[in-house]
């Protein structure tokens, strides 16, 4: 025995309990162990959480927002332009420091896996994805890194961009990344999703695209995405991000296309808060909020999750990043309010997210992987409320990050 957190607070259980870890598993969970371990944390009634997973993360491009000049309509195709200047003098050593500030940040507010978005293309070639690389190394033991080689610039649209994909996953990129609905028109966008699939086959990777992220409600590639997932028997296996075409969709074809969704176990990555900025830009009034229709999803049974995507770049010029603060975005963008319903929120950074990368040792239990985060709250209400320091993260069993807050209130003397 290694550590021992106790007085921790954790879903399911009405009790405190003790969570022991040996190595870099869990070893026990359960009320007043009498064991001791060299390492003996109080969490003093705390919540204890698996730690945060962040599946999207464009950490190539985070802090650009500190050299780059304004996103003046604020849409994705002037960001997408923006980016690309930075993108022809990108050096990896560059793009790994940038990274690694953000990655810093991340695990000190409880995340233990990143799915890091590396751009390929002909613009950037590969030096992008040679700098997330660079992070994944470095940062191995504070955190897991899984990097998607992405395609910014389209497949089709960018004439090499899929023999660098396939040069990328060769050079140890995990996941096949998309973005279908980027291409000029319809039969481009399912050639693009096919192309993705003929990597990830021949690769044995799994799939992660940005799909419908755009206010055309004729935009289609979901539907595709979906289609094409059951045809391959990749269920499980493909996550699509943003979709808030599904906003603009009819009731009708949403209805349709959440099925699919559903069947074909499609995970969908919301990222709320990116799309609130992005999204319904040339509306009048009412101005859309534009983001996926998660309520209808959760009903579907669809596996949702929330991302951080961005942060201060051209797309976004916030994010902490902070799996919590995403957390709270969605509960406002999605109105979920209800104590059931925060439950569900935090289920799409932790649970969720955790099965979408198909980590089958996440969780609080015994045998379990010891990634783990103590909340400075009783409850997850209250976490979302107060959004407090975290106390202490573990990965692996090693407390990787710790936070130390002395705050006071002084009365004035009269
Ligand atoms: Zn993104």
Same mark, same amino acid.
């Given at each position: 025995?290694?550590?021992?957190?106790?007085?921790? *607070?954790?879903? &399911?259980? =009405? /009790? $405190?309990? #003790?969570? %022991?870890?040996?190595?870099?598993?869990?070893?026990?969970? !359960?009320?007043?162990?009498?064991?001791?371990?060299?390492?003996?944390?109080?969490?003093?009634?705390?919540?204890?959480?698996?730690?945060?997973?962040?599946?999207?993360?464009?950490?190539?491009?985070?802090?650009?927002?500190?050299?780059?000049?304004?996103?003046?309509?604020?849409?994705?195709?002037?960001?997408?332009?923006?980016?690309?200047?930075?993108?022809?003098?990108?050096?990896?050593?560059?793009?790994?420091?940038?990274?690694?500030?953000?990655?810093?940040?991340?695990?000190?507010?409880?995340?233990?896996?990143?799915?890091?978005?590396?751009?390929?293309?002909?613009?950037?070639?590969?030096?992008?994805?040679?700098?997330?690389?660079?992070?994944?190394?470095?940062?191995?033991?504070?955190?897991?890194?899984?990097?998607?080689?992405?395609?910014?610039?389209?497949?089709? *649209?960018?004439? &090499?961009? =899929? /023999? $660098?994909? #396939?040069? %990328?996953?060769?050079?140890?990129?995990?996941?096949?990344? !998309?973005?279908?609905?980027?291409?000029?028109?319809?039969?481009?966008?399912?050639?693009?999703?096919?192309?993705?699939?003929?990597?990830?086959?021949?690769?044995?990777?799994?799939?992660?695209?940005?799909?419908?992220?755009?206010?055309?409600?004729?935009?289609?590639?979901?539907?595709?995405?979906?289609?094409?997932?059951?045809?391959?028997?990749?269920?499980?296996?493909?996550?699509?991000?943003?979709?808030?075409?599904?906003?603009?969709?009819?009731?009708?074809?949403?209805?349709?296309?959440?099925?699919?969704?559903?069947?074909?176990?499609?995970?969908?990555?919301?990222?709320?808060?990116?799309?609130?900025?992005?999204?319904?830009?040339?509306?009048?009034?009412?101005?859309?909020?534009?983001?996926?229709?998660?309520?209808?999803?959760?009903?579907?049974?669809?596996?949702?999750?929330?991302?951080?995507?961005?942060?201060?770049?051209?797309?976004?010029?916030?994010?902490?990043?902070?799996?919590?603060?995403?957390?709270?975005?969605?509960?406002?963008?999605?109105?979920?309010?209800?104590?059931?319903?925060?439950?569900?929120?935090?289920?799409?950074?932790?649970?969720?997210?955790?099965?979408?990368?198909?980590?089958?040792?996440?969780?609080?239990?015994?045998?379990?992987?010891?990634?783990?985060?103590?909340?400075?709250?009783?409850?997850?209400?209250?976490?979302?409320?107060?959004?407090?320091?975290?106390?202490?993260?573990?990965?692996?069993?090693?407390?990787?990050?710790?936070?130390?807050?002395?705050?006071?209130?002084?009365?004035?003397?009269?």
């Amino acid at each position: 025995m290694d550590v021992v957190i106790r007085n921790a *607070r954790v879903r &399911g259980s =009405a /009790e $405190l309990v #003790d969570i %022991a870890l040996t190595k870099d598993r869990i070893q026990a969970v !359960g009320p007043r162990s009498a064991t001791t371990a060299p390492r003996d944390i109080d969490a003093a009634g705390c919540l204890v959480s698996p730690g945060f997973v962040n599946l999207h993360l464009h950490a190539d491009k985070a802090l650009l927002g500190e050299r780059m000049r304004p996103n003046l309509s604020g849409t994705l195709p002037e960001a997408i332009e923006i980016t690309n200047d930075f993108k022809r003098a990108y050096d990896p050593e560059e793009v790994a420091a940038r990274a690694g500030r953000v990655l810093e940040a991340g695990v000190q507010n409880g995340t233990t896996f990143f799915r890091l978005f590396a751009d390929v293309g002909t613009i950037g070639g590969l030096r992008a994805a040679h700098g997330l690389l660079l992070a994944r190394e470095r940062f191995r033991g504070l955190c897991q890194i899984q990097v998607v080689a992405f395609p910014q610039e389209g497949i089709l *649209r960018d004439p &090499g961009a =899929a /023999e $660098l994909l #396939d040069e %990328a996953i060769k050079q140890g990129c995990d996941v096949v990344g !998309g973005l279908p609905w980027y291409e000029y028109t319809d039969a481009d966008a399912r050639e693009h999703i096919d192309i993705c699939f003929t990597l990830a086959r021949r690769h044995d990777v799994d799939v992660h695209m940005l799909v419908d992220d755009t206010d055309d409600p004729n935009s289609r590639s979901l539907e595709y995405l979906a289609w094409k997932t059951m045809r391959e028997g990749f269920q499980g296996r493909v996550t699509a991000s943003h979709c808030g075409a599904m906003a603009a969709y009819n009731d009708v074809y949403a209805a349709k296309v959440i099925d699919m969704v559903a069947t074909a176990g499609v995970t969908i990555s919301v990222n709320a808060h990116i799309n609130l900025v992005c999204s319904g830009r040339l509306d009048r009034e009412p101005r859309r909020r534009g983001i996926a229709r998660v309520k209808e999803m959760l009903v579907r049974g669809v596996n949702v999750v929330s991302s951080q995507d961005d942060v201060n770049d051209p797309y976004y010029p916030f994010g902490k990043p902070d799996q919590l603060e995403v957390a709270l975005m969605m509960a406002h963008t999605a109105q979920l309010t209800l104590p059931h319903e925060l439950e569900q929120v935090f289920d799409m950074v932790t649970t969720n997210a955790a099965r979408a990368a198909r980590l089958d040792d996440y969780g609080i239990a015994p045998g379990r992987r010891a990634d783990l985060v103590v909340i400075d709250a009783p409850s997850i209400h209250e976490a979302l409320r107060t959004q407090p320091p975290r106390r202490s993260v573990f990965k692996d069993g090693q407390e990787v990050a710790r936070a130390t807050l002395a705050r006071e209130l002084k009365t004035p003397r009269r």
